[in-house]
């Protein structure tokens, strides 16, 4: 900071010593109308170069309402299809989620194929598939509506008298209702009705395991009869959710993170005595090294993982292999930084027992870095978490690849929200971690290591 | 004091407890290096199990594509400086989404960071929450916000943009958030004494005094975030990452495209951490003075 002369004696002094402080004052306040006025005028330069306002249209809300929905709750399909009059009940419409024939969620009563089925959609709206191909929904406060179709005939709808509503719409081909408590539509080839509900379907257990729909108490009941082997089993072999391939997934990111952060750090070490000034007295050689580190720092952790998936393939290899080379460098350069900051007192001083080269590294300098060295090593090794999932994503491995796999399904979301939590409880836990174990180095393991 | 006449007992059993003790902490610093060595190698055996190439095959290859991209590069040396001129406005445009998400970032982050701290924050109960909060934002990959904004806004700068700047809020409110516990109060005391509000205590009392550090952490932020959004880039957000994959995706052929888009990443990162570099050390070891 700016310091002021002492020489405070006549007026002379003291006119100069005000037009110095005015100078300075001036130059803050410019500084302090200044900056921020240039950062406006930069943001206003990128809300016009990102073309913000163009946002509006390309954006589709309609996705965003699919997204957000989907992520929190499911829907169940009823679907008659029109030329065979059978009834399936699917959850989300899938074949792994489909209910076997004799099984039926107690809200629907399913007939025989020509038959009636009955479907309850909850506060008093009730919709029946009757035979003939014809389909009633009773909407309380409304009134019923009657539709027929045919392949000839299209869809004949009957409404009660009035003006039509707008959660209906109707044509010669298609009748589409929505309401709070579901949606119906009828086409010429089928009828399908959709109930919501709050939730992840499926989440412990697939309608194909006995287990499916028991509560807690008595799947605690079951496995105290000796079934938890298989109460296990059903669980974490979900087909619709996967549980033990997720799990193998987060294992294999974390797998990445370990291997390319403790690489880098076994191959950093050597090559960083090479480029301190007070290991390596040839300036060649350090010069060298300290360019060799910028050079795998600047090629970008982006371009390494291409060249490498090149040559090894997609898979948790690569990953780690790209954060191994792209970390060595930056470890060199902290490596070799913390090395010329070491204390020659303590080399000194175990060189005067007459300890070989190998003795004074290892007990003059590893010492004296080590909780430096430690900490950093905790540090990276936390926050390769999240690049190995984002290197997973592109190489192919890991948790990263199932959630782009998820959510170029675009209809997954449910598995997306899912795997985001996943990811955001393991990078904390390992955040927490990486928290104590520094404490730990730092205030108690003082003296020795 | 200590007792200075102890006989040679005591020493004798100094000795043996001061040997147990390095005896012990030799073998358990064993055990850690044995299970450190273990690890890493099951760990590497996983992975190459898992990948679809072997270390063994692959390490022999490593250098077949580099010399691939060399080799045309080279042959068709004449385009590279149109190249370099082709892709430039795409390079300004992954600049443009690093730069602003730092600078919303930052800006968030401050505010963020201020609510949490202790003895400055504006609602002292709720400092856990911002915490959890910064948390948070910190532990969401920024890929996975991308991904979802592409889905709901289109392609394009944007989504990568909110996908950073939200990351840069976790992480730089922490970081603010340390430098903050380091402010002296008395500025802002003698600002509450004479009836300033809380923002008037922040601009005026807090933020003079910890802006370098701020401005050094936000330009380390800005390093990163370069990278950051070429990735981003690379799985649809726009940019110069967009760019290099399909240069990639074109194959054999034009891979001048991609030689000419790796040197102005590269050279644009070595650039920037150098520059971010040389200003940080000015801010933080004053050179102004």
């Known amino acids: 900071m700016t310091t002021f002369s002492t020489d405070l004696g006549g007026t002379q002094g003291t006119a100069a010593l005000k037009a110095q402080a005015d100078r300075l004052f001036q130059r803050k306040r410019l500084l302090n109308f200044g900056l921020p006025a240039v950062v406006l005028a930069y943001l206003t330069y990128v809300f016009f170069a990102f073309d913000v306002p163009g946002l509006y249209g390309r954006a589709s809300l309609e996705h965003a309402r699919t997204l957000v929905a989907d992520s929190y709750s499911y829907k169940t399909h009823v679907t008659r299809d029109a030329r065979s009059a059978e009834v399936t009940v699917a959850i989300e419409g899938e074949r792994k989620g489909t209910y076997p024939a004799g099984m039926s969620p107690d809200w629907v009563a399913r007939g025989e194929p020509g038959g009636t089925t009955v479907i309850e959609l909850g506060h008093g709206n009730e919709v029946r598939f009757l035979p003939g191909n014809r389909v009633e929904y009773d909407v309380p406060g409304y009134g019923l509506i009657q539709v027929v179709s045919s392949r000839a005939g299209g869809v004949e709808v009957t409404l009660p008298a009035g003006p039509v509503p707008s959660w209906i719409s109707a044509s010669k081909s298609r009748l589409a209702v929505t309401t709070d408590a579901g949606r119906l539509n009828v086409t010429r080839t089928k009828a399908e009705v959709f109930r919501y509900f709050t939730g992840w379907e499926l989440f412990w257990f697939t309608l194909d395991s006995p287990y499916y729909g028991m509560g807690p108490l008595t799947l605690l009941r079951h496995a105290f009869n000796g079934e938890a082997g298989a109460i296990w089993d059903g669980f974490w072999h979900n087909n619709m959710w996967h549980h033990g391939e997720v799990a193998w997934a987060l294992f294999e990111t974390l797998l990445m993170a370990f291997l390319g952060t403790f690489g880098a750090a076994v191959v950093a070490l050597p090559l960083a005595f090479l480029a301190a000034r007070n290991f390596t007295p040839l300036r060649v050689v350090r010069f060298a090294m300290r360019r060799l580190f910028d050079f795998v720092r600047g090629v970008d952790g982006l371009i390494w993982t291409i060249v490498l998936a090149r040559a090894f393939g997609p898979g948790p290899l690569t990953g780690a292999l790209a954060i191994l080379v792209t970390d060595s460098g930056t470890f060199g350069k902290i490596f070799s930084e913390a090395l010329e900051n070491v204390d020659d007192k303590q080399i000194e001083g175990v060189s005067s027992t007459g300890a070989k080269p190998v003795q004074r590294y290892r007990f003059g300098v590893i010492p004296q870095i080590t909780p430096v060295l430690l900490s950093q090593l905790l540090y990276f090794f936390e926050s390769n978490t999240r690049s190995a999932t984002i290197i997973g994503a592109i190489t192919g491995g890991g948790i990263g690849l199932l959630l782009t796999q998820a959510i170029i399904t675009q209809k997954d979301w449910e598995e997306v929200s899912y795997y985001i939590v996943l990811i955001v409880i393991m990078v904390m836990a390992l955040d927490w971690f990486s928290g104590w174990v520094r404490r730990k180095l730092i205030t108690g393991d003082e003296g020795g290591h | ?289």
Not at chain 2, 118 to 134: E, S, T
Not at chain 2, 203 to 216: E, H, K, M, R
């Open chain 2, 1 to 289: 004091m200590a007792d200075l006449t102890a006989g040679p007992d005591r020493i004798d059993e100094i000795r043996a407890s001061y040997t147990m003790l390095t005896r012990k902490k030799r073998i358990y610093g064993g055990i850690l290096l044995a299970l450190f060595v273990a690890l890493m190698a099951a760990g590497f055996r996983t992975a190459d199990m898992r990948n679809a190439g072997s270390f063994g095959d692959g390490i022999t290859h490593v250098f077949d594509y580099p010399a691939e991209v060399l080799g045309e590069a080279v042959e068709k040396a004449a385009q590279l400086p149109g190249n370099l001129l082709r892709f430039l406005p795409s390079l300004v445009e992954t600049l443009n989404i690093a730069a602003a998400s730092t600078l919303l970032g930052a800006i968030a982050g401050i505010v963020l960071s201020l609510l949490a701290t202790r003895g400055l924050a504006r609602w002292p109960a709720l400092i856990p929450l911002f915490r959890r909060v910064m948390d948070i934002l910190r532990a969401i990959p920024e890929i996975v916000i991308a991904l979802v904004l592409i889905f709901i806004l289109g392609g394009g700068p944007v989504p990568a943009m909110i996908a950073i700047a939200l990351h840069t809020v976790g992480a730089l409110g922490k970081l603010f958030s340390e430098v903050n516990e380091n402010a002296s109060l008395k500025p802002v005391e003698g600002l509450q004494s004479v009836g300033a509000t809380w923002p008037q205590r922040m601009i005026l009392g807090v933020i003079p005094q910890v802006g370098p550090n701020y401005v050094s952490y936000a330009l380390l932020r800005f390093e990163i975030n370069i990278r950051a959004s070429a990735i981003l880039g690379f799985v649809g957000a726009g940019g110069i990452g967009y760019d290099l994959r399909n240069a990639m995706s074109w194959g054999q052929g034009r891979y001048d495209e991609a030689a000419a888009i790796f040197v102005l990443l590269f050279l644009t990162i070595v650039l920037v951490d150098q520059l971010s570099g040389y200003f940080r050390d000015r801010l933080t070891h004053g050179a102004r003075a």
